[in-house]
């Protein structure tokens, strides 16, 4: 392409190659720190990714495609296996690399050459105390070890991925104990980007069941597999949990912070389950202690009983003779007893007999005193009645005079009348009179009935 007189003009190709060179001469190789992202394997081997920076917020404030060929990603994969880690989503790293701008594209890009082991497991701790730190301020370090483990923690809710080698492991452990274990399974994704939030909800799910305990199992892996184990929101997920929470998360060396707040901590899903079928067997031998304490304290009275018993039969033949002789004079006695008793009732009989004849005759002697009063009593009484009856004789009969010389036939005797209207009332005022009223007046000697003309 010409551009005649005009100044020095780069093609876009031109100046992609600029930058390159620019980039390459200026920054053949630098370290940078950042948070794997987006990862993706290629069918040739290489493996591509973001690098990002979160800023205060968890907000992303930087990024960068970046590209770890197949070469360069088997010695960082051996670089990291030998401390434990491996390459994941979230995982931070320090790496050195160069930019790469590749002018057909447009686009810059960062090759990784190697990553720092180090600094993966110093953030990883750093992170770690942080969290630790937050949970220890919250008060949730101790809270799901403060709550009480059923004695018989037979009804349970496992947490983790279906199918996985855990899955399998924990649930054979169970079978194999012979105890009837009942298990609630809460599928989870224990490893990847969805762990965090994955088992985070499980937990919450599986703490609304009616079980004694909750079971958080994953298999073996890298040290950075753990790393959604040491999250803040599993761990608060485990401390809040309302029934007690055992772990096993398959690390022999590192505990994550799930194990620190979980009530009870095993190294592996196996181990989890054979401390829960320890903990029943644990039961059934004091219960067997128990029960033979109890079967000894009940039988050692009895064959204290039946010693005194024997003892008593023993003692009793060899007092048999004495207690003969001693029952004939118990005999005797009463003989004599019965002889002295009857000769004193006899005596008594005879002093009885004489107090009931002298009781008979002084009765006999106040029955007839008695009598005679009551006869002059009697008579008194009827003497007393005789006069005042005759009194009350006297008297009614002077009152009946009395009322005779009172009687309406006596004053009509004296010439006065009596006049009643026709229903039998009297008459005692004329001007109560009615004219056409018929009247009925009684004299001494008959009656005159009248009509009232004028009133």
């Not at 008060?139 to 923690?153: H, I, Q, T, W």
């Not at 079978?175 to 274990?181: L, N, V």
């Not at 023993?314 to 019965?338: C, K, T, Y």
Request: aromatic share 4%; net charge positive.
């Amino acid at each position: 392409m010409a551009f005649g007189s005009l100044e020095p003009t780069y093609t876009v190709s031109q100046l992609g190659g600029e930058i390159r060179d620019l980039l390459a001469e200026a920054m053949p190789s630098v370290w940078v720190a950042g948070e794997l992202q987006r990862l993706k394997s290629h069918a040739n081997g290489h493996l591509y990714f973001e690098l990002i920076e979160k800023g205060d917020a968890d907000q992303i404030v930087g990024r960068l495609d970046g590209v770890l060929w197949r070469g360069d990603l088997a010695k960082v994969r051996a670089l990291l296996g030998r401390t434990g880690q491996q390459l994941a989503e979230g995982l931070a790293i320090r790496c050195r690399v160069e930019l790469s701008f590749y002018p057909p594209g447009g686009r810059l890009q960062l090759v990784v050459r190697e990553v720092d082991p180090v600094f993966t497991l110093g953030q990883l701790a750093r992170r770690r105390r942080e969290t630790l730190a937050a949970l220890e301020a919250a008060g949730l370090v101790e809270l799901n070890r403060g709550r009480r483990l059923a004695e018989l923690p037979l009804t349970l809710a496992l947490v983790t991925s279906e199918g996985s080698a855990a899955y399998h492991d924990f649930l054979a452990t169970l079978r194999e104990s012979g105890f009837g274990f009942q298990v609630t399974f809460v599928h989870a994704a224990v490893q990847g980007k969805e762990a965090e939030r994955d088992v985070a909800a499980a937990l919450a799910l599986a703490g609304t069941l009616p079980v004694d305990c909750v079971v958080l199992v994953r298999g073996g892996g890298a040290r950075t597999d753990l790393a959604a184990f040491d999250s803040r929101a599993v761990a608060e997920a485990v401390a809040r949990c309302p029934v007690p929470v055992v772990t096993g998360l398959g690390h022999e060396i590192d505990q994550s912070i799930a194990d620190l707040v979980a009530h009870t901590a095993a190294k592996t899903p196996t181990k989890a389950g054979e401390l829960l079928v320890e903990r029943l067997r644990g039961a059934e031998a004091a219960f067997v202690r128990l029960r033979d304490g109890l079967i000894r304290e009940a039988g050692e009275p009895i064959a204290r009983a039946r010693r005194q018993v024997e003892r008593a039969g023993r003692g009793f033949a060899l007092a048999s003779p004495r207690l003969g002789r001693i029952a004939d004079r118990l005999a005797a006695l009463e003989r004599a007893v019965g002889r002295a008793g009857a000769a004193r009732l006899r005596e008594a009989g005879g002093r009885v007999a004489h107090a009931g004849a002298r009781l008979g005759r002084e009765s006999a002697r106040r029955i007839e005193r008695s009598r005679g009063a009551s006869e002059t009593l009697g008579r008194r009484i009827a003497d007393r009645a005789a006069a005042r009856l005759a009194l009350a004789a006297a008297r009614l009969a002077g009152h009946g005079r009395l009322l005779t010389e009172l009687g309406p036939e006596r004053v009509l005797a004296r010439g006065f009348s009596l006049t009643r209207r026709a229903d039998g009332t009297v008459l005692r005022d004329a001007a109560t009179a009615r004219p056409g009223e018929r009247l009925i007046t009684t004299l001494a000697h008959g009656k005159i009935t009248s009509l009232v003309e004028d009133a």
